[in-house]
């Protein structure tokens, strides 16, 4: 289903999700990301690999960090920049999404960010959108996020090296999550050689095993022996009022990542999470600032994966090797 | 009145379990006669039906007509002849309409309309509650009197108390009850049948417990209160089984399937396919075989169109947000034809899913070619080949997974009453 994220020579025209994708392509998005991870140190922190595309950034639902780090990753490749938030209970009552969408279009924008309450969102723009304009989907409801789980495969490479040899866990709202789901299709198509997801058996999502992953109820046991865990934000509102779990305690006293829990885990074991983290609620504090934790590194590589994303979708960087 | 014979065709009626090669002789709009004509018989008109299927006219029970309320997609005088046009003589529409059937001004409104229609014959459900709100009655006995074939809520009633009362006074009437198995709150933020496939789309899930949770409650309360129901509907492997042992139980229980549910699984949804957007959702392959199978072992009586037209703009939009439903008018007989050649299933048995079981459901004077009954007739060309284009589609939704396909058995003639109401 993924097919139309590629153009016919197999080049990244929409970046929509993490499934159908090769192990080659995301080495290169990879790759492509570590050659961009420098730009913000220097003096001039700008690359004209954008210059004179415009970006759009489509937000349906309330995102500060994301959208500002694809707002910066835009920027840094010299792109203008669009910021769009979109209120869903306003544009449900009006205007529709595909006429939005032309109505963008019809502004000569290059590219759009789009984040959106509904899975399949981006890959709904992407087949109504005109062929000339890139979709980066930012997170559709519950079904993918994909720049996120690049940007922790880049954190995983960075520390680790290899991921053949790899255990990794996710740990958290698994039901719900679209990082979790990214994260899933990406590294088992990376090949790491275990990927395991934890949780209380009411944020599992019913077959989930085919995904390729091995299900967890106890935390201990779940993180016995893993060399990365990935924590999940666990959103309170949602928990409390679908009745998933009966209070923010008693998930901590259970599945909320302390140092003592992560005693069980490699001794070289790295802690991330997509943030943002709620402390005292899936991690303790003294994990989240501690020595295993690589959360603000994410947050840096982020930029760079965004960035590295972008310039691929919008053909910068094979232009660039051509020309060269 | 017109008199017409239809000569030479294979006239298949599973009512009396006939299939021969015949003529059929039509007065009055009754069939007066098979074989050779009555001795003082002059037909007005012939239609030549060599190497054609001559069958009662097609019975579904399940068709939004879409008006009074939703004209964009529908309305009577469309869906009608959308119906005819694809050799279905008989629909019956759910009362969710706007406003709803629960007063007999509604109900004659939507049977005065579809005869100046003139087009498929239209028996309204009428309401099991005011408003389909499951808080109070609907005026059953009036509603009954006003045409209405048989009542249902549609959408579940909440209240026990209420529901148990609403049966024992359906019963009273001695009106069958429609039900539509699904439980309030299971998934109910669900688009997509609950399992692997909805988890990797992100999509939330309506689990199969939904219906049989329903379906559970709605025995004891058919048991406690003795009233006619029927299933709409199924979708799940264990609802066939539990409708099964209610049979067995000698509950006085019937249901049908929609013609999609028996070809169409969630993998179909694979890529947000929104006309694969339908609740009750379609569900596992193995579900899909349990469906199949009940219709074989006598559990399903019926396959309905489950036909539920839509604006083009309904599902335009990404999975969740678009309206759920199919076109299924145009498919309803090919599919029907399509399933006895994949299953070992005779065409006299298959048709009798369309035409004499779900007559029997209703209690109606239709879905046979037995003489001295209303000639509503179907006449298909079994062998003709058509792609389902929306171009060539009557209906004004022409939301269908099948689009594209090619299908075989070409409807040629439609008689409603005696009358050609539909010439292919």
Redo the contacts between chains.
Sequence with gaps: MNNIQLDNQGRLKHFLGIGGLKRSLLIDILDTAASLINVPEKSVKKVPLLRGKTVVNLFFEPSTRTRTTFELAAKRLSADVLNFNIDTSSSSKGENLIDMLHNLQAMHCDMFIVRHGAGGAAYFMAQHVAPDISIINAGDGQHAHPTQAMLDMYTIRQNKGDFAPLRVAIVGDIRHSRVARSDIQALTILGVSQVRVVGPKTLIPKGVEELGVKVFHDLKAGLKEVDVVIMLRLQRERMLRGAFLPSAYEYFQYYGLTKEVLKVTHPDAIVMHPGPINRGVEIDSNVADGPYSVILQQVSNGIAIRMAVMAMTLGAVSEKKDAN | MATLSIIGGRVIDPASNLDVITDLHIAEGEIIAMGSPPADFSADKLIEATEQIVCPGLIDLSVRLREPGAEQKGTIFSETRAAAAKGITTVCCPPDTEPVIDTQAVAELIQQRAEKAGMAKVLPLAALTQGLKGEHLAEMGILKEAGCIAVSNVLPIVNTDVFRYALEYAANYELTVFLHARDPWLGHNGCAH????????????I?EATETIEIARDLLLIEMTGVRAHFCQLSSARGVEMIKEAQAKGLPVTADVSAHHLFLTDQDI???NTQCHVFPPLRSEQDKEALRQGLLQGTINAICSDHQPHET?AK??????SAPGISGLDTLLPLTLQLAEDMPLDLITALSYVTHKPAQILGIDAGTLAIGHPADICIFDPNSCWPLRPDKMYSKGHNSPFLGREFKGKVTYTLINGRIIWKG
Excluded at chain 2, 195 to 204: E, H, V
Excluded at chain 2, 316 to 321: G, T
């Design positions: 609950e399992g692997a496939i909805s988890t990797r789309l992100g999509l939330s899930g689990p694979n890529s947000y703009d335009l939009n990404p999975f969740s947000m």
